[in-house]
């Protein structure tokens, strides 16, 4: 149990162009899901908490214009990179987190995706 | 903000070697995650903790809440293990995690 995807894995784009990723919790209902990002070399980093139903809270140096979150429903959130550019090519992975805690899940457990690699021409 | 300090942050060791890696963090939390990160970047969570002791296999992590210290062990080592392993803490609002930098490790056969 407890498994997140994420879609797509890949993705090289000509900058200016928008991307879409999608964060799904498989088999559980993820109250809150975050969104990191790893550049090179160095240490995953959060960008933004997004809790169902209400606006996404970004971390201080993320652009919310530019990297748009949606969490609609209890097992989907999106990352719209807008007007990709070179310098957001990254790792981007997110996690989710079920609220509830349950017989397989313990309280702010957090279940990493597999993460997608953002390449910008 | 949490700052959360790993070491070694490079590790190379004989297979069936003890390792262990070591994390610091300078301010109080509520979890304490040990991952795993591959080289294709995908991440699997070995651990949380918020206390005390866990084990599963050969992985064993420790967390001291008082000197805000945890370590992550592993026993007969093996060529498998090698990854990146990364050490992560939620704090007491804040949801998202902070990780440190994390340690890379390298079991020779």
């Known amino acids: 149990g407890a498994v997140v995807s994420q879609h797509p894995s890949w993705v090289i784009c000509k900058s200016g162009t928008s991307v879409k990723i999608e964060c799904r919790s498989l088999?559980?209902?993820?109250?809150?899901m975050f969104w990191y990002r790893q550049f090179p070399k160095q240490s995953l980093m959060l960008m933004a908490t997004s809790n169902e139903g209400s606006k996404a809270t970004y971390e201080q140096g993320v652009e919310k214009d530019k990297f748009l979150i949606n969490h609609a429903s209890l097992t989907l959130s999106t990352l719209t990179v807008t007007s990709a550019h070179p310098e957001d090519s990254s790792f981007y992975i997110c996690s989710a987190r079920d609220a509830v805690q349950g017989a397989l899940i313990a309280y702010n457990e957090q279940f990493f995706g597999p993460g997608t690699r953002l390449t910008v021409l | 903000k949490n700052e959360v300090e790993q070491s070694p942050q490079n590790l190379t060791a004989q297979e069936g070697e003890f390792i262990t890696i070591n994390c610091s963090y300078s301010?109080?939390?509520?979890?304490l995650h040990w991952l795993q990160q591959h080289p294709g970047g995908g991440i699997v969570s070995l651990f949380m903790l918020s206390s005390g002791k866990k084990k599963h296999g050969r992985l064993i992590a420790t967390i001291n809440i008082q000197e805000k210290h945890s370590s992550l062990h592993i026993t007969a080592s093996h060529p498998r293990d090698s990854a990146v392993y990364i050490c992560?803490?939620?704090?007491?609002?804040?949801?998202?995690?902070?990780f440190g930098k994390g340690t890379h490790l390298i079991i020779q056969p």
């Open positions: 088999d559980f209902q993820a109250t809150t």
């Open positions: 301010v109080g939390i509520s979890a």
């Open positions: 992560a803490v939620a704090g007491g609002g804040a949801d998202g995690l902070t």
